[in-house]
Structures are given as C-alpha cells and as structure tokens.
C-alpha cells in the first residue's frame, strides 16, 4: 500500500512540475507572430520586476532557494538508501517549495519527486525513474542563472 501511495505520489509531482516550465509561452503571446516591442513597454508578468525595492528581496529569496535546495540535494545524496530516509527529504522538499514561486518551486517539487520516486523503489534496490531525474536537471539549468548570479552554484 505504502508503495502504490508513493508512486501515486510521485507520479502527481512529476504531472505538476509542466506547470514550472520555462519554455511555455506568456499567454499574450501565443497567438502573436510579431515580434515583442523592445522599447519603453513595461515588463511581461513572467519576468522579474527590475524595481530597487523588490529586486534586493527577490535576490535574497533567490540565493536562500539556492542554498536550501543544495542542503537537501547533498542530504539526499548522502542518505542511506532507506525509503524513511529519502521520505524525511520529500517531506522537507515538499514544504520548502510552497515557499516559491515559478522556477524556485520547481526546484523543490522536483527534488520531492524524486525523493518519493526513490523511496518507492529503494527495497527493489531500484533507482528512481528517468523522468524524475531529467526534472530535477531541467529544473536545476532552469536555475542556474538565477543562482549563479547570486553567488550560488547549483549542484547536482
């Protein structure tokens, strides 16, 4: 039972992460083929605001993302392969990502799918499925501008 709870588990955080894409397209944009003005038009809601006041914070979040999710990925590397191990991961991953939004989340819903995706497999002597680790790379070099610019370097 554990088991089924746990692939259903995954398999419902691997379907959510579409929504952390970076290559889906602005709604306002979709159906357009010309291209976007580049002059003083104010910035698409997908980008980040370029305002002095919410950049310092945006920075901060974005370094303290980065930090977190390389803690649990080196706490998750380190684990000994026990489903309890890997599931303490997923439960800290799981909160960790209701604190962000867009590619900062899906950092922390890949790296819980993962986490449960191994768990479910760790008593086969299994490794999780391929698609769960792809989401977490994807997820990573979504990133990694981002935190690098912070001074973070994303590590897998």
Request: aromatic fraction near 6%.
């Amino acid at each position: 039972m554990k088991n089924i709870l746990s692939a259903a588990a995954a398999a419902a955080c691997v379907a959510g992460l579409a929504a952390c894409s970076v290559t889906t397209p602005a709604p306002n944009e979709a159906t357009s083929t010309t291209p976007p003005a580049t002059s003083s038009a104010a910035p698409s809601q997908a980008s980040p605001s370029r305002s002095t006041g919410t950049s310092a914070a945006q920075a901060g979040e974005v370094k303290e993302a980065c930090e977190l999710f390389n803690s649990l990925f080196a706490e998750y590397r380190a684990s000994e392969p026990t489903s309890n191990a890997y599931e303490e991961i997923y439960a800290k991953a799981w909160k960790a990502k209701d604190a962000y939004t867009g590619n900062l989340r899906g950092l922390f819903s890949s790296l819980s799918a993962l986490t449960i995706s191994h768990s479910a497999v760790v008593e086969k002597g299994g490794q999780p499925d391929q698609a769960t680790r792809d989401a977490v790379r994807d997820a990573v070099f979504a990133n990694a501008g981002a935190c690098t610019a912070e001074g973070v370097t994303l590590t897998l």
